[in-house]
């Protein structure tokens, strides 16, 4: 089935580019479009009285769509912000940050946590431990390990890791090897909405993080988290005045905090990008298309691709480039990886024929996605070859 028809402004908008980078900045359906303009219209309408007339519902909507996309029993365990470094460092908040911290995590974590976590490791007493994702085939030894041998406050885990779309396929062993006492956040930024994420027996135990920038199909400025339940034992530091709400004419002298996931929220923020992601996932009920579907649809243009790579070869690469092929592994999200030294200039000469991809250091990456068919992959192999 060809889904372009639920793209076409911004299809129409880029022209002849074609945009093989989902994974990066996932192209908007039209759907937002409407859905941004509705929350200006809200605010013509209602003014302050905003929040609770329009905002508070369509949130209350979106969380419970959420929590069934990921198998949780009660949407009121799901808090917005609007990036996850945001609700990161909230977690770290939590936290004596005056006393020894550690937080455990891997080498190949997006920059919202790796900077951040970079910078706390420079006080002494906050020790950060990297495990290094590749090899591949070793990673679960070596952090359950890692998991087994030392007493951690904090594990920060990718559900899918950005800079070679390997998927983490043994979660549920970590998040069973850890005490009850650690934190455990997992970042499913570059997993949710693509690959199929059941989190019902893990929900009153993890952090879930993910936003709507990648898969969600929804811009900027709207993420979200799961809290387990038992989070009622945290009193973050990096607080606003939303996580005592409800509260806020019996405040005086004490710090509350709302009894659900919104102890995790901040101050004022602009709510027009839940508008949008609830569009994104009305769109998904309208069509019926469950991740599943859009996991299934990705993989048949991922495999397509990789059949033209074997036939005529990328600017001199081979999927014997593709970090999964090194790593043997066949869990991968909806990004290809090739581990290249000229990652940066193949890029750019994409760039010039308007095929537009990105890279992350020694990685060029490709990504897919529903606004894309099997003519689009033909298209850009055939601009590779005209050039020649």
């Not at 009121?76 to 908040?93: D, E």
Request: glycine share 4%.
């Amino acid at each position: 089935m060809n889904y372009k028809h639920l793209y076409s402004k911004s299809l129409d908008a880029i022209g002849a580019k074609l945009h093989i980078a989902s994974h990066s900045h996932h192209l908007w359906p039209d759907c937002v479009m409407a859905a941004q303009n509705q929350y200006i219209l809200d605010a013509f309408t209602w003014a302050d009285e905003k929040w609770s007339k329009a905002v508070a519902p369509l949130e209350s909507k979106l969380q419970t769509q959420l929590a069934d996309l990921l198998s949780i029993d009660s949407p009121n365990q799901i808090c917005f912000a609007p990036n996850v470094h945001t609700l990161f460092f909230r977690l770290v908040s939590c936290f004596d940050l005056t006393a020894p911290l550690r937080i455990l995590t891997t080498d190949s974590e997006f920059y919202s946590f790796s900077r951040q976590a970079q910078r706390l490791g420079e006080y002494e007493h906050i020790d950060i431990t990297e495990i290094p994702t590749l090899p591949f085939a070793s990673f679960k030894e070596r952090i359950l390990a890692a998991i087994q041998n030392r007493r951690y406050n904090m594990i920060y885990i990718s559900q899918v890791f950005f800079n070679s779309g390997l998927a983490v396929f043994f979660l549920g062993e970590i998040i069973e090897a850890c005490p009850e006492e650690t934190m455990i956040v997992v970042d499913g930024y570059h997993g949710f909405g693509a690959i199929p994420t059941d989190l019902s027996l893990y929900q009153d135990r993890i952090f879930y993080l993910a936003g709507g920038y990648k898969y969600l199909q929804s811009g900027e400025g709207v993420c979200f988290m799961t809290v387990p339940r038992s989070a009622n034992q945290y009193r973050p530091l990096y607080t606003g005045w939303f996580a005592e709400f409800d509260s806020l004419d019996q405040h005086e002298r004490s710090v509350n905090y709302a009894p659900d996931a919104r102890r995790f929220l901040g101050a004022t923020t602009d709510p027009s990008g839940l508008y949008r992601m609830h569009s994104v996932l009305n769109l998904w009920q309208e069509h019926q298309l469950s991740v599943s579907q859009i996991h299934a649809y990705v993989q048949q243009l991922q495999e397509y691709f990789l059949s033209k790579v074997t036939q005529q070869g990328l600017f001199g690469l081979s999927t014997d480039a593709l970090i999964h092929v090194q790593e043997k592994s066949a869990s991968y999200g909806h990004f290809l990886t090739f581990r290249t030294p000229d990652a940066l200039s193949i890029q750019n000469k994409l760039r010039q024929l308007d095929i537009i991809t990105d890279s992350r250091e020694d990685r060029l990456r490709f990504g897919f996605g529903l606004y894309q068919e099997t003519s689009d992959i033909d298209q850009l192999f055939q601009r590779i070859a005209d050039q020649d």
